[in-house]
């Protein structure tokens, strides 16, 4: 009965050392995983204030223009219209752009704050026991 409780005691050890070695490996992974991700926001949220601010400026400019040449030149009806529909497409442009590198972030965002507290239940989960 004693062998019988010394082996079954040596495989639960046996088992929770694996299972302690893959949280590790796992939580290593996490750790790398989020790093790159932290570099990569960093860089987006570097990047994007100016290229926003640019496409504003450009947006601005072309408004400027447009109505500079409705005021003062009424009789080229369709070279007005193509620069409207440029500056509409400048827009939208910008808009496509904030959307596309918006969302993707903050859903990294959201699966690294999941992670996150996945791990720590974990491990508060582990340790209460």
Sequence with gaps: MELMMTVSVMVIAVCMFFIMMAAVATLLRVRKVAMEAERLVETVRMNLPPLI???TKITSDIRSIVHTLERQAPK????????RVTARDIHDFERMIRERLERPLLDLTALISGI???????WRTLFSR
């Design 116 to 122: 996150v507290r996945g791990v720590v239940t974990f």
């Design 53 to 55: 601010h640019d496409m």
């Design 76 to 83: 080229i009806g369709d070279a007005f219209e193509s620069l």
